[in-house]
């Protein structure tokens, strides 16, 4: 059964740090990965998708990797802001979407 | 920008009714989806729709839900009788082409089952 692990499930950072959150998979044949953003209360937006073909992808001063092998992935963020504060997700695409619990990020001013 | 919608954002129902929730996904998508968040846990997946059948569902997806797409546009879950533990945020998701493409989520509707 596929198992979706987020580590750490809190951060605190000061502004304009670069910082990694990390996705870690059971089982590495999946189509692809994707990041959301969720803030309180709200609804699910799409950072970056990852084909299981690709090993990064970046968006902005987002930058996300994949080693399907290891089972693993990281999200860069570089230069973080205060708007940056929400949890971040992963999902792995195997079959359906598994989901991970999720890095709550907080960035302080 | 093309986004999905959801209606309503919010419902309260009592325990044992029946609820209809509704999302419009992307007019030229072709891939449905049904997800829930119960608060503190994770996003699980319902259901996902393809030319107007099943393409596939968890095995939270039981007898009590069903989904419909009714006309060109519209998407609906329906939750026969409600239970307590069907308290949760409700996301629809549409894709375009296939189920191997980036998913967009609607905002969600919150459904709290007294």
């Known amino acids: 059964k596929q198992e979706v692990t987020q580590i750490p499930a809190a951060l605190s950072v000061p502004e304009g740090e670069n910082l990694v959150l990390n996705c870690s998979f059971t089982d590495s044949a999946i189509y692809n990965l994707q990041w959301f953003r969720q803030d309180p209360g709200k609804g699910l937006t799409s950072l970056l998708l990852?084909?299981?073909s690709q090993r990064e992808q970046t968006s902005g001063r987002l930058n996300a990797s994949l080693d399907k092998s290891s089972g693993r992935s990281t999200l860069y963020i570089a230069a973080s802001q205060p708007g940056d504060s929400a949890t971040y997700l992963c999902?792995?695409?195997?079959?359906?979407?598994?989901w991970g619990a999720g890095t709550k990020l907080i960035i302080k001013p | 920008e093309p986004e999905v919608t959801q209606t309503p954002s919010h419902q309260v129902t009592q325990m044992g009714q029946e609820v209809i929730l509704r999302c419009v996904p992307i007019?030229?998508?072709?891939?449905f989806y049904w997800y829930r968040q119960i608060l503190g846990q994770k996003v699980e997946f319902l259901v996902s729709?393809?030319?107007?059948?099943?393409?596939?569902k968890s095995e939270i997806f039981d007898d009590q839900f069903s989904v419909e797409r009714p006309d060109g546009s519209n998407f609906t879950l329906k939750i026969r009788s409600t239970k307590l533990e069907d308290s949760a945020m409700y996301f629809c998701?549409?894709?375009?082409?296939?189920?191997?493409?980036?998913?967009?989520f609607g905002p969600g509707t919150r459904l709290l089952v007294l």
């Open positions: 007019s030229n998508h072709l891939y």
């Open positions: 729709f393809y030319n107007n059948e099943i393409s596939e």
């Open positions: 999902a792995v695409n195997f079959y359906q979407l598994i």
């Open positions: 990852i084909q299981s």
């Open positions: 998701a549409s894709s375009e082409r296939t189920t191997q493409e980036t998913q967009y």
